[in-house]
């Protein structure tokens, strides 16, 4: 087999390599978990896209501001645009036949693109096992570029040995700093550099967001940023993608304009309690029972997209996790199981809502170890019953033991 195979990436070195010497046209799914994917567009086995993960549509305003000139965008580069498929990749071809930009520009930015999603593949590789599926297609329209994989994942490569050795691999580029104790800061601080850390560290921007705002090198910065971490004067928070935030604008790098986070930088907000992670796709589910716990003790973490559940519940850690049992895709019977199958979270209390009491079907909970479940819509009383029995606020910090998992019904 032909091809570099570098240490801690034999899965996706692999088939990078057979895509390349098959001459491959079409699609390769990469799943972790079975709920995360990314997707790698080939033509004669050379790559001409790359997208998929935690935050497409992040990585497309970032990668669309960075090269191409804001006079030549119009408002539909940020919106409508399938940025988890081959949405990204079409608009760049019309940008380039309208010569609003260079066929060079649109070739960086599927690069950068590409090297970002085998960046998030290879730190998750290093996390847990990948699959894979190809999805063949005759025709591929590579009119703007044929990259090399081999040469994206080197690149690739080569920047997560960069963070790895910096002592960054379990931290995730694509997680969104906030402030927690402005009062230290400021102390710490001048007066500019402290307003010009509040100016971009908001809680709506991820690291990689604030890295292209600031002009900085992503590794330079979030070693400046984990001084701060550390002290706890600043914390990574999980930020939805653009796509997924209702709000009332967005700014050129994917930040949503309305949602203010700043509030959560007052000191007696609870920085520091129980994570409660609620999966459920109804919008007022998830705002009824962030208005149970606010104020609390207990820090809240709503996740409306299934799909994306797992890997934001990996990366966030939560200390007891609220499931919705219908849901499209992934219903609360499979995520439960999914979560049951990962180190961190095979003790955590997993409760299920659900609206049809009686047809809830609880030798199913069982197998998939449910650790309790109540009724929708969720009433203050039986939420916080649920809480006590499991995590009791007595010490007012996270339990170092795996997360709690409960259902609504």
């Given amino acids: 087999m032909t091809g570099t195979i570098w240490p801690n990436t034999i899965?996706?070195?692999?088939?990078?390599?057979?895509?390349?010497?098959?001459?491959?046209?079409?699609?390769?799914?990469?799943?972790?978990?079975?709920?995360?994917?990314?997707?790698?567009?080939?033509?004669?086995?050379?790559?001409?896209?790359?997208?998929?993960?935690?935050?497409?549509?992040?990585?497309?305003?970032?990668?669309?501001?960075?090269?191409?000139?804001?006079?030549?965008?119009?408002e539909n580069a940020f919106q409508n645009i399938d940025a988890g498929g081959q949405g990204g990749y079409d608009y760049l071809i019309r940008l380039v036949r309208q010569q609003n930009i260079t066929g060079e520009q649109a070739s960086k930015a599927i690069r950068e693109a590409a090297v970002e999603v085998l960046f998030d593949i290879l730190q998750q590789e290093n996390i847990g096992p990948l699959s894979f599926k190809t999805i063949s297609k005759d025709r591929m329209d590579a009119s703007l570029t044929l990259l090399k994989s081999e040469q994206v994942l080197t690149q690739a490569y080569q920047r997560w040995q960069s963070w790895s050795n910096a002592g960054l691999s379990r931290l995730s580029p694509n997680m969104a700093p906030?402030?927690?104790?402005?009062?230290?800061?400021?102390?710490?601080?001048?007066?500019?550099?402290?307003?010009?850390?509040?100016?971009?560290?908001?809680?709506?921007?991820?690291?990689?967001?604030?890295?292209?705002?600031?002009?900085?090198?992503?590794?330079?910065?979030?070693?400046?940023?984990?001084?701060?971490?550390?002290?706890?004067?600043?914390?990574l928070?999980?930020?939805?993608?653009?796509?997924?935030?209702?709000?009332?604008?967005?700014?050129?790098?994917?930040?949503?304009?309305?949602?203010?986070?700043?509030?959560?930088?007052?000191?007696?907000?609870?920085?520091?309690?129980p994570l409660i992670a609620h999966v459920d796709d109804h919008p007022k589910e998830c705002q009824r029972m962030n208005s149970i716990l606010q104020g609390s003790g207990y820090r809240y973490l709503g996740v409306q997209n299934s799909i994306l559940a797992l890997p934001t519940l990996l990366e966030c850690k939560p200390d007891l996790i609220f499931l919705d049992v219908v849901m499209p895709v992934v219903n609360g019977f499979e995520l439960c199981a999914q979560i049951r199958k990962t180190s961190h979270s095979q003790n955590n209390a997993c409760d299920f809502f659900d609206q049809q009491r009686w047809l809830f079907d609880r030798t199913r909970a069982k197998i998939v170890r449910c650790s309790a479940f109540i009724e929708k819509p969720a009433d203050p009383d039986k939420v916080f019953a649920v809480l006590n029995k499991f995590l009791p606020l007595s010490t007012q910090a996270p339990s170092q033991s795996a997360p709690a998992a409960v259902g609504l019904m």
């Avoid at 004669?44 to 990668?63: D, M």
Wanted: hydrophobic share 35%.
């Fill in 11 to 74: 899965q996706l070195s692999r088939q990078l390599n057979a895509c390349s010497e098959n001459q491959f046209s079409g699609k390769l799914q990469v799943w972790a978990g079975g709920v995360q994917h990314w997707n790698l567009f080939f033509c004669l086995g050379r790559l001409i896209w790359a997208t998929g993960g935690v935050h497409p549509h992040r990585r497309w305003i970032r990668i669309i501001s960075m090269y191409c000139p804001p006079d030549h965008l119009k």
């Fill in 178 to 235: 906030i402030v927690r104790k402005p009062n230290y800061l400021s102390e710490h601080l001048s007066e500019t550099a402290y307003q010009n850390l509040l100016d971009s560290v908001d809680g709506n921007r991820t690291l990689r967001d604030i890295a292209v705002l600031s002009g900085q090198d992503i590794l330079l910065l979030t070693r400046a940023l984990r001084h701060y971490l550390r002290q706890g004067f600043l914390e």
């Fill in 237 to 273: 928070i999980y930020v939805p993608d653009r796509g997924l935030v209702k709000a009332d604008a967005f700014d050129q790098y994917g930040a949503p304009l309305g949602i203010d986070r700043k509030q959560s930088t007052d000191e007696s907000s609870p920085a520091f309690g």
